[in-house]
């Protein structure tokens, strides 16, 4: 990987309560070899917290930002309405988890 490059994975896991250790490890070991981790669920975060869902993980040694469309008034949970609003949609539990098991 470049040192501008990003690792993007996805899978499938619990991020919040007893069962989410894959999600705490996958973000521990991409911190651990990278700089800069950010978790993102496939929904609003606040909704079925202790439910797995779909999660998308970004990875890089160079600051990640991202510049999603305006809302248009999409359709909820249309391609378009999800790009626009991913970046609110940040697993914030799991940063704690990047840091450290």
Known sequence: ????????????????????QLAKAVAHT???VFTNVRVFVDGPPDQEVLQPSNLLAFASDSPLRFMPPEDEQYPFYSSFYVH???TAWEAHQLELAASGL
């Open 84 to 86: 626009s609003h991913f």
């Open 1 to 20: 990987i470049t040192p501008t490059g990003v690792v993007a994975l996805n899978f499938f896991a619990f991020r919040a309560g007893p069962h989410a």
């Open 30 to 32: 991409l911190r651990h």
